[in-house]
């Protein structure tokens, strides 16, 4: 069903597609499109459709709101209208399509409507799941309000708010005891508070994101005796043992001491007896927690075995000690990102290799890898993502790489950018027995026309080919690739200085469906942005002088 609002005379504002059911024949899509008036705008008409679901179109004659209707006129497959109350329809349908609305659309258009869609737009129903997120001048006072339409609130979304504050947020958590999901991306105005009244509060919670809230620092531990509930075993009864996702990301105030301090120390060992109370947290996101080390590692992966994902970037000090024993006891491990942890090396790849058999995503970008850990990869039969780029000068060789594919037959996407030894031979065996890959990054690889050419006899299924900085190849290798790759959407070629900008400019022309990426495009690109955002060059300022 498509539902358009506008004003006396005008046309749609917003569109949105909902498909009827609950009394209707529900595998019947039938698209409607309203377009509010008042009764004195024009004479009241009725006509029937040739539909197979039908809706009952008398108008209403008591000077209630009406709409406008288009819909398929079988006899001169044009358009014919008539009007007809939509207040006729079942509550339950009128509710299951304002839930296709924003938040937005609820309450600046719909609900002015009239009285009957004022109070439809504020059903708690509708109002289960808040979203604030990047409303920069939403305050404390539209949130409580928001919030206050529900008493079973269980998602709130305040991702980039950026006038909301610590206090505003932690009253919502203390109100708000149903919530399953917290984002709180960005907000910076988020301090140790905010978690305590979480870990008192909100005893369902499942997912938290506390992406970049630089403020949340080892002081919340032990800022109030009742966060050691964020693990489940407070005194109060009040928990988040059914935290299933946890996002710290930028957190990087967070070290070893979380793990020990007296209060959060539950969160991963719980009572002592080896971490019961976070157990079925499955995904960990600490990117950029660079005073975590292994000592906090070890803790995570003896009291979380449920672990399914997690993200170490940048935390530059853990080590093997760290890796093994998430390996070790973590058997369910489905992802882990590694990149940027130099001190990583094969034992840790080993590890993985052996414990965790349903391992997908793996990525070692700037670890401590040579060949010896490229073979205990092998192993993985089930790697669907895997990043080796950045490794130690030398440490990999093209004919250890060359057989990944052979024996991870699932890999979609493989990133080998900045290791020189990749050259031609290796891509061509890469592409040939790795026919699932989707995605090839080769930037800065020792690569000519020759790697190009085996891509082009091979991949028919690459959507995406990074190759910049390759300076070897030229416009013959890059026309071979485009002609010969069907599926190719995207082709990076930024630095490739032996490719033409002419050349280039020719293959846009006549494959408008990929996106080709050079210096000189991407710069234009943020010209044109820059532009169009009103930025004006001195050159063009000064002509107009």
Known sequence: MTLTFGGTGSRSNMTHTVLLGDGYNSRQSVKYVFNFRSMSD????????????????????????YFLLKGDDSSNNGYIEFQSSINR?????????????????????????????????HDPDLWRSVDLSHQHKADDN?????????????????????????HG?????????????????RCFSVENDVLMMVGTSCKNLQCLYLDGCYRISDQWTCSCKYLHTLGGVGKEGTSCKNLQCLHLDGCYR???????????????????KGGTSCKNLQCLYLDGCYRISDQWTCSVGEGCQQLKELVLSRCSQMTD??????AENCHNLENIILDHCNKVTDQSVRMLAVNCPD????????????????????????????????????????????QLTRKCDNLECLNLSLNLTIDDRCIQEVVRYGQKITKLFCVNCSLSDEGLMGIASHGRNIEKLDLGWCKDITDRGIW?????????????????????????????????????STFFMESRKLIQKAIANGFKFMAETEQNK
């Open 359 to 402: 391992l997908k995503t793996l990525s070692l970008a700037n670890c401590n890898i040579t060949d010896t850990g490229i073979c205990s990869i092998y192993r993985m039969k089930k790697l669907e993502y895997l990043d080796i780029s950045n490794l130690p000068g030398g440490s990999i060789t093209a004919a250890i790489v060359s």
């Open 89 to 121: 329809l079942p509550m339950n349908i009128l509710l299951q399509i304002f839930k296709s609305l924003t938040m937005c659309e609820l309450l600046c258009q719909a609900s002015l409507v009239c009285k009957t869609w004022y109070n439809l737009c």
């Open 321 to 326: 000690v760290g890796i093994s024993r998430i």
């Open 480 to 516: 071979a690739v485009t002609e010969n790759c069907p599926a190719l959407k995207y082709l990076g070629l930024i630095r490739c200085d032996s490719v033409s900008e002419k050349g280039v400019e020719a293959m846009v022309d006549k494959y408008p469906h990929i996106q080709f």
């Open 142 to 166: 539209v949130l409580s309000r928001l919030t206050s339409y529900s008493d079973r609130v269980t998602n709130i979304n305040l991702e980039d708010t950026k006038v909301l504050t610590s």
């Open 169 to 185: 947020i932690s009253l919502v958590c203390v109100k708000c005891k149903h919530l399953q999901k917290l984002k709180l991306t």
């Open 42 to 65: 024009s004479a009241t008409q009725t006509d029937s459709l040739t539909r197979e679901t039908a809706i009952n179109t008398t108008e209403d004659q008591n000077g209630s709101p």
């Open 254 to 272: 967070i070290s070893d001491q979380w793990t020990c301090s007296v209060s959060i120390y539950t969160l991963w060992e719980g009572d002592g």
